[in-house]
């Protein structure tokens, strides 16, 4: 099941979220300083591309840094990716087919917001911290 989903998200919405990271990315590497962004921001356009049979978990010894790179990423990037992510996952509730893809864009919203200190993780396996 989670291939299928996978498949039908990657049609609708997945590619276009994906390249919105990827923009994000280019533009972070781009100013050398925010390359940390880019990288978190590659992570998160992997997880866009692919999301079910995966989760972000906190990643054990995220201190402080990580709190104020999220702040960071929240006013030069995350806001635009959550509103892109709120308004593609509105679009995809207005259909029954699309109820799954859209709450999975909503659940997708905070890490928009604040992806340092996260890992991907397969919802299999188990992380302790």
């Not at 940390?36 to 992570?43: K, Q, T, V, W, Y």
């Not at 079910?52 to 990716?81: Q, T, Y």
């Amino acid at each position: 099941m989670r291939v299928v989903l996978n498949v039908i998200w990657l049609v609708f919405c997945g590619l276009w979220l994906a390249l919105g990271y990827l923009l994000a990315a280019v533009v972070c590497f781009i100013l050398i300083i925010t390359i940390p962004f880019g990288i978190a921001s590659l992570r998160m356009a992997n997880f866009a591309l692919w999301p079910f049979g995966r989760r972000l978990v906190d990643r054990p010894g995220a201190g402080d840094a990580s709190l104020i790179g999220n702040v960071l990423w929240i006013l030069f990037a995350g806001w635009w990716l959550a509103l892109g992510h709120l308004t593609t996952g509105i679009a995809l509730c207005l259909t029954i087919i699309g109820i799954p893809l859209g709450l999975a864009n909503f659940k997708l919203i905070p890490v928009s917001l604040m992806p340092l200190g996260k890992q991907i993780v397969d919802s299999d396996s188990r992380v302790f911290i």
